[in-house]
Structure formats: structure tokens, C-alpha cells
């Protein structure tokens, strides 16, 4: 009797930590046939660096697609950007997949992004000014946010292929929108070309025009073709999308995204389909924390900034600065109790404990002089707990151990010492042949 093995890729940071490169891995050290996206939208940036130099930055495409045969299936929990997929369909294309969509399942029930989504999303950013939450401007909380007020009006991947439906609902959508922002006063000639766009009754039918190329190429699943899709025998692997610490309810509001990252998001998706099947859970983690975008960050260093490249991540754009970090206990011991029962690690940028002096922050020393090593986690969704949390950090001094992290031996030591957890595979460089088994990181 055949079996399905289903693993899940959990990012124990603020992002970046590396998920795409261990799924590129594991779907050929395992052979996967399905990469499942199960939460987040068309924001992920999960890079793959082949050894003959290509490259590419998943975003809804699975990041095992450069493995001849391996289906991605977008499921219902994703936000969907229908002419970004076409875009990046064509990137790939150019690097050496030409099948991307033949191999895409689309659950019908995705939410869908539109112009509308990411004009508001881009809007309601410019004007928090300095209070900014962090967005990458692609409108993916703008479509959760829409979708949480009017849900009759909700578009779905389904309706794309009942014409009048949803320009019924992209009708409605922008003209709740126009009204909300009628009196903003752009400061941005960028602000005012977002203002064209609410304002803009033909761009419905353009964009309906240019998604037909999804439609065609794949088509609305359903709910019964998403699941015997996974339950073919075999590995499916779940990619996630951001980091726990920027969970929607479990991140440090307000500077999270509109998504669910636990382990009991993967399963709900199994549920979902109708499985029952244990998952393995595997934590994703970097050698030193990053952050990109407003937030905080209380192990920030000028000094990493200069010494760690980051070619993939830049300054520049909607999100704002790529900030280096010291390996943190505290964040960490956080989002492994935010995460859910892990069943091991997967640690990336091993190689940067040769080019950085990595120090292990062991606590915090907050405003009031309180020494802290661990930050509580609320029993129940609160925003308001996650808001004062937010506030601890922004203010707290971290403590050090006096020596510096050695290596990636003593690294990997540490946090298993930590996590209780075993560090799987460790990666020192981008692509899949820098990975190494835990016997080879020890």
C-alpha cells in the first residue's frame, strides 16, 4: 500500500529565512510531487540560485518548480494575483521552465487582487507617513481587508470565468473604494496616479481581458480535484510565506501581514481537503535575523548591514530598508511556542558565521531596567497583547553572551540546546548543493 508523506516549511523569523531554497531542496532530496501554497499571496520573494547560475524569486509559483513534473497548488487560504502569475510565468519561462502553468492548480475559492486592492493597499500606506506598518505596496492585506468587510463582494478565482459576475464586483469594489479615498489630497504624483486608478470605471474590463491567459492555462479547481491532488502518494511539501513573527495575530502589530503562518494553518488545509494524515513540521531559520521593512528589530547592526551581502534584498522600493540582526533567544524561544509542534529545524545562511562576527543575544533589558529572556505568548488571538509587545521591543537594550558564535557547529548547538528540536539541514550558500545533512554540520 502507498502512502503521501506531507511536510510543511515554517519560517521562524520575520521572513527571508530561506524557505525557498530548503523547498527547492527537499523536493528533489525527497522527491516531491506537489508544493502547496498555503497562505500569504503574490508578496513572498523566495529565492532559488541554481548551480548553472539561474536564478529566480518565487512569489505564487511553487519554489520547486525548477524539478521537472512538480505541481504547485495555490489553495484556498492564498491571495491570488492573476496577472502577476502571468508575469512570472514568463520569467520563468525565460529561465528554463516553460510548463509553470500546466503544472498550477488554483483553488477556485482564492481571493483574488485587483488593481482596485493594490491602488487602496499602496493609499492607505502613504498615509500613515512615519507610522507606516510596512508593506511591499502588492495589496495583498487590502484584498484580506476587503474581503473581511464586504464578503458578498468578495472576488474569487471561480468568478473569473462568469464575466458579468465579476465585473459586477469589481464594479462595487471600486466604487466603496473611490468613495473611502475621494478626499485624500495626494502629496506623491505616485499617490495621484493611484487616485486614476480608483477613479478609472474602464479598467475592470482590461484587467478581466489580460487574466484570461490564467484562466485558460488553469483553469478554477475545485475542492475535490485540489484533494486528490494530495493524496497522490509520494511527499507534498507546504511552503510557507513570511515568518511567524509577522503573523497576523501572533507578529507585533501593527507590522504583520494579513496571514496565518502556524502549523494549524498547514493543517486546516489538509482538513480541508478532506486528509487525515499526520504533517511533519520543520521550522526555517537563518544563522542571524533579518528584517525588511518598518518594525522591530532589537538586534540591529550597522555593522552586520555592511558585512552580510544580501543580492536578493534591497533598500530601495515599497518595503524600505533590509535590516541584519544577532541570532536573538528571545525572538526565537517566542516563535518556536507561536509556531506550534515542530518536529525539527532547517537553518539557512550558515556560511555568514565566516564573514560576521555573530553575537547570541541571550535576553532583554527593557525601559525599566527589567531583565527579560522570553516574551509571553496570549492564550487567545489579542491585538492588543501583540501591540505591547510591539512596545516592550521597540524599547528593549539586548544582553549578550561575551564570546562571539564561533562557527556553525556551535551554532547549530546552541539552538538545538534551545529548541530541544535537531537542526535537519543547514545550508552555507544559495543553492541546493551548499545543503548539508546535520552529521555534516556538527
Same mark, same amino acid.
Given at each position: 500500500?502507498?502512502?503521501?508523506?506531507?511536510?510543511?516549511?515554517? @519560517?521562524?523569523?520575520?521572513?527571508?529565512?530561506?524557505?525557498?531554497?530548503?523547498?527547492?531542496?527537499?523536493?528533489?532530496?525527497?522527491?516531491?510531487?506537489?508544493?502547496?501554497?498555503?497562505?500569504?499571496?503574490?508578496?513572498?520573494?523566495?529565492?532559488?540560485? #541554481?548551480?548553472?547560475?539561474?536564478?529566480?524569486?518565487?512569489?505564487?509559483?511553487?519554489?520547486?518548480?525548477?524539478?521537472?513534473?512538480?505541481?504547485?497548488?495555490?489553495?484556498? /487560504?492564498?491571495?491570488?494575483?492573476?496577472?502577476?502569475?502571468?508575469?512570472?510565468?514568463?520569467?520563468?519561462?525565460?529561465?528554463?521552465?516553460?510548463?509553470?502553468?500546466?503544472? #498550477?492548480?488554483?483553488?477556485?475559492?482564492?481571493?483574488?487582487?485587483?488593481?482596485?486592492?493594490?491602488?487602496?493597499?499602496?493609499?492607505?500606506?502613504?498615509?500613515?507617513?512615519?507610522?507606516?506598518? @510596512?508593506?511591499?505596496?502588492?495589496?495583498?492585506?487590502?484584498?484580506?481587508?476587503?474581503?473581511?468587510?464586504?464578503?458578498?463582494?468578495?472576488?474569487?478565482?471561480? +468568478?473569473?470565468?462568469? /464575466?458579468?459576475?465579476?465585473?459586477?464586483?469589481?464594479?462595487?469594489?471600486? =466604487?466603496?473604494?473611490?468613495?473611502?479615498?475621494?478626499?485624500?489630497?495626494?502629496?506623491?504624483?505616485?499617490?495621484?496616479?493611484?487616485?486614476?486608478?480608483?477613479?478609472?470605471?474602464?479598467?475592470?474590463?482590461?484587467?478581466?481581458?489580460?487574466?484570461?491567459?490564467?484562466?485558460?492555462?488553469?483553469?478554477?479547481?475545485?475542492?475535490?480535484?485540489?484533494?486528490?491532488?494530495?493524496?497522490?502518494?509520494?511527499?507534498?511539501?507546504?511552503?510557507?510565506?513570511?515568518?511567524?513573527?509577522?503573523?497576523?495575530?501572533?507578529?507585533?502589530?501593527?507590522?504583520?501581514?494579513?496571514?496565518?503562518?502556524?502549523?494549524?494553518?498547514?493543517?486546516?488545509?489538509?482538513?480541508?481537503?478532506?486528509?487525515?494524515?499526520?504533517?511533519?513540521?520543520? @521550522?526555517?531559520?537563518?544563522?542571524?535575523?533579518?528584517?525588511? @521593512?518598518?518594525?522591530?528589530?532589537?538586534?540591529?547592526?550597522?555593522? =552586520?548591514?555592511?558585512?552580510?551581502?544580501?543580492?536578493?534584498?534591497?533598500?530601495?522600493?515599497?518595503?524600505?530598508?533590509?535590516?541584519?540582526?544577532? /541570532?536573538?533567544?528571545?525572538?526565537?524561544?517566542?516563535?518556536?511556542?507561536?509556531?506550534?509542534?515542530?518536529?525539527?529545524?532547517?537553518?539557512?545562511?550558515?556560511?555568514?558565521?565566516?564573514?560576521?562576527?555573530?553575537?547570541?543575544?541571550?535576553?532583554?533589558? +527593557?525601559? +525599566?531596567?527589567?531583565?527579560?529572556?522570553?516574551?509571553?505568548?496570549?492564550?487567545?488571538?489579542?491585538?492588543?497583547?501583540?501591540?505591547?509587545?510591539?512596545?516592550?521591543?521597540?524599547?528593549?537594550?539586548?544582553?549578550?553572551?561575551?564570546?562571539?558564535?564561533?562557527?556553525?557547529?556551535?551554532?547549530?548547538?546552541?539552538?538545538?540546546?534551545?529548541?530541544?528540536?535537531?537542526?535537519?539541514?543547514?545550508?552555507?550558500?544559495?543553492?541546493?548543493?551548499?545543503?548539508?545533512?546535520?552529521?555534516?554540520?556538527?
Amino acid at each position: 500500500m502507498t502512502s503521501t508523506r506531507y511536510v510543511s516549511l515554517l @519560517g521562524l523569523g520575520f521572513g527571508d529565512c530561506g524557505k525557498g531554497r530548503f523547498t527547492d531542496f527537499l523536493c528533489g532530496a525527497w522527491g516531491a510531487h506537489t508544493v502547496v501554497r498555503f497562505n500569504g499571496g503574490a508578496q513572498a520573494g523566495h529565492n532559488v540560485v #541554481l548551480a548553472d547560475g539561474r536564478h529566480h524569486t518565487f512569489s505564487q509559483f511553487g519554489a520547486g518548480s525548477f524539478h521537472a513534473g512538480v505541481a504547485t497548488v495555490l489553495a484556498s /487560504p492564498v491571495v491570488v494575483h492573476p496577472t502577476a502569475l502571468r508575469v512570472e510565468a514568463e520569467v520563468l519561462q525565460r529561465a528554463g521552465v516553460p510548463d509553470a502553468f500546466a503544472r #498550477l492548480f488554483v483553488d477556485a475559492r482564492c481571493r483574488v487582487t485587483t488593481p482596485f486592492h493594490q491602488a487602496a493597499g499602496r493609499l492607505r500606506e502613504w498615509a500613515r507617513g512615519a507610522a507606516a506598518h @510596512g508593506s511591499c505596496g502588492v495589496g495583498v492585506g487590502e484584498t484580506v481587508r476587503q474581503a473581511l468587510a464586504a464578503p458578498e463582494t468578495t472576488l474569487r478565482y471561480g +468568478d473569473l470565468a462568469h /464575466p458579468t459576475r465579476t465585473l459586477d464586483k469589481l464594479e462595487a469594489l471600486r =466604487l466603496a473604494l473611490h468613495r473611502e479615498f475621494a478626499n485624500v489630497v495626494p502629496s506623491l504624483a505616485e499617490a495621484a496616479q493611484e487616485l486614476s486608478v480608483l477613479a478609472d470605471a474602464s479598467l475592470a474590463q482590461c484587467w478581466l481581458d489580460a487574466v484570461q491567459p490564467c484562466l485558460r492555462q488553469s483553469p478554477p479547481a475545485s475542492a475535490d480535484t485540489i484533494g486528490e491532488r494530495l493524496a497522490r502518494a509520494g511527499t507534498v511539501l507546504y511552503e510557507g510565506a513570511q515568518g511567524v513573527l509577522v503573523d497576523g495575530w501572533r507578529g507585533f502589530h501593527p507590522h504583520t501581514t494579513w496571514t496565518t503562518v502556524p502549523t494549524a494553518a498547514v493543517e486546516a488545509v489538509l482538513h480541508d481537503a478532506g486528509i487525515a494524515a499526520p504533517v511533519q513540521h520543520l @521550522g526555517v531559520l537563518r544563522s542571524h535575523l533579518t528584517r525588511h @521593512g518598518a518594525g522591530p528589530l532589537p538586534t540591529h547592526d550597522r555593522a =552586520l548591514d555592511a558585512q552580510l551581502a544580501e543580492p536578493h534584498n534591497v533598500d530601495d522600493g515599497w518595503q524600505g530598508a533590509f535590516r541584519r540582526g544577532h /541570532p536573538d533567544a528571545v525572538l526565537l524561544r517566542y516563535a518556536l511556542a507561536a509556531a506550534g509542534p515542530l518536529d525539527g529545524l532547517l537553518a539557512s545562511h550558515l556560511d555568514a558565521l565566516a564573514h560576521a562576527d555573530l553575537r547570541w543575544c541571550t535576553g532583554y533589558r +527593557d525601559a +525599566d531596567g527589567h531583565t527579560l529572556s522570553s516574551l509571553p505568548l496570549s492564550d487567545a488571538p489579542d491585538l492588543d497583547h501583540q501591540h505591547a509587545l510591539t512596545h516592550l521591543l521597540e524599547g528593549a537594550q539586548p544582553l549578550y553572551d561575551p564570546h562571539p558564535v564561533a562557527n556553525a557547529p556551535e551554532w547549530v548547538r546552541r539552538v538545538e540546546a534551545l529548541s530541544g528540536l535537531p537542526v535537519r539541514f543547514g545550508a552555507f550558500g544559495p543553492v541546493r548543493e551548499a545543503v548539508r545533512a546535520r552529521n555534516l554540520l556538527l
